[in-house]
């Protein structure tokens, strides 16, 4: 009798652990799935960073938000499924130089192409994601905007903003567009395609 309860319990221990084999083989994957760079997949399909602001959807109050903490407004528009969106948030974001500027220098919000939430933009039209999508051209994801300290009444974002930066862009051309829109070269004589030739100088030096 004895025997056959230690058999019993080496057969139902040896089951448990084959068990926890096959959860950890489903699970792991699927958590490593969930979170991509240092960001996680959300509900809606799209990466989630913890630079990005939650906030009341108006594009007007956002902008005095930003500029109460002294950083620069900017929108990143994302949908499911892209696979730019995802190349910029596993190779782009993630990299502590980037990640810490953004962090540092800029009031991030997120927008879903296809999405019906409402926004209000600068004009004060209230629209959906995906009808404000359609109102700004937008065709590409992702597609960032940054925008000045001051809008002027009647603007849109799109007319309000100091650049568009539409599809995924290497580490580097990411990082000089971010310090070209806060250190205001777009107010200077020196296009872009200069300032980042000049940035990348020192980083190729070598």
């Known amino acids: ?9 080496k057969q139902s221990g040896a089951r448990l652990l084959a068990g926890l084999v096959v959860m950890q083989l489903l699970v792991l994957p699927a958590m490593a799935e969930a979170v991509v760079g240092g960001a996680v997949m959300g509900d809606d399909g799209l990466h989630k960073t913890t630079w990005m602001r939650d906030t009341f959807r108006d594009l007007r109050e956002d902008l005095a938000e930003a500029n109460a903490e002294g950083k620069r407004l900017a929108i990143i ?15 782009v974001f993630p990299v502590p130089e980037i990640d810490s500027y953004i962090r540092e220098n800029f009031f991030f919000i997120q927008m879903n192409m296809f999405g019906d939430v409402e926004w209000t933009d600068f004009d004060g039209e209230v629209l959906s994601e995906k009808k404000m999508a359609q109102k700004w051209g937008l065709m590409f994801t992702p597609t960032m905007l940054f925008f000045p ?4 009444d009647g603007k849109t974002a799109p007319q309000a903003a100091v650049i568009n930066m539409p599809g995924a ?3 580097y051309t990411t990082l000089n567009i971010f310090k070209w829109v806060v250190e205001k070269g777009y ?3 020196e296009s872009f395609q200069k300032f980042h030739a000049r940035n990348l100088e020192g980083v190729f030096a070598d």
Do not use: N, P, S, W
């Open 77 to 91: 528009m994302e949908q499911r499924g892209c696979i730019y969106c995802d190349k910029v948030h596993r190779e």
């Open 187 to 189: 107010e200077t004589d």
């Open 149 to 152: 300290e001051a809008v002027e």
């Open 1 to 9: 009798m004895g025997q056959f309860i230690t058999q019993l319990f």
């Open 169 to 171: 862009f290497g580490k």
